[in-house]
């Protein structure tokens, strides 16, 4: 499946999250990751965010599309990660 | 289609950005809007960022699914704003 990462965290666990998910996916922008995963490593993803936020206060939403071609982008402005090689 | 819209503005242009996709698209968690837009209101959305954002070093991706249920969502933690009776 490919997702798209979204997180909006204490500040305090931001570096956390944004190590763990660089391991993972390819950083896109401030708070957003994309990148193809299997089913394992979706629940690796899931269970290691889990583990870093505070499930009170810090959001994160995996949006995932089990049909990557029904997904297109635009980008406004700066490219700041340049993952049109990636898609 | 139904759209994702992510942004990564100067400090001095997130209220502009923040009111204007409030108008358009409902506000999802920090820097994340989604909804269903029309061609033409794709067109105003679009239009409307370029004309709020500085393209030398704002970012925005706007994220479209023309088949909106290949998209599904997990949210971890703490739910925002409660898209689900939307999506």
Do not use: A, H
Not at 10 to 17: F, H, L, Q, S, T
Not at 40 to 68: A, H, P, Q, R, T
Not at 73 to 86: A, F, H, Q, T
């Amino acid at each position: 499946m490919y997702v798209i990462v979204v997180y909006d965290v204490k500040v305090e666990r931001v570096n956390k999250v944004k190590g763990f998910l660089r391991q993972n996916l390819f950083w896109i922008q401030n708070s957003v990751f994309e990148g193809e995963l299997t089913n394992s490593e979706f629940k690796k993803v899931s269970d290691g965010l889990m583990n870093i936020i505070d499930e009170e206060c810090d959001s994160v939403i995996i949006y995932k599309f089990m049909m990557e071609e029904s997904l297109t982008r635009d980008v406004l402005g700066v490219e700041k990660s340049p993952i049109d090689e990636i898609l």
